[in-house]
């Protein structure tokens, strides 16, 4: 089973998800880009004017 978790760049976490459709709701990112960014276990994203990281484990 996977969970994602979401971190700003400061290592603080900002959300714990348990499915994929949870990080596609709070982040916005479709399913087909979450996956495919996801391929190396973490991805970055742009949120307002900051950048955040998604990792999945």
Known sequence: MKYYVV??????????CDTEDEVVNFTGIDKYNLRRRLKNGFCYYQFKKTYRKIYVF
Not at 7 to 16: F, G, Q, R, S
């Open 7 to 16: 971190y700003d760049l400061n290592d603080n976490i900002v959300a714990y």
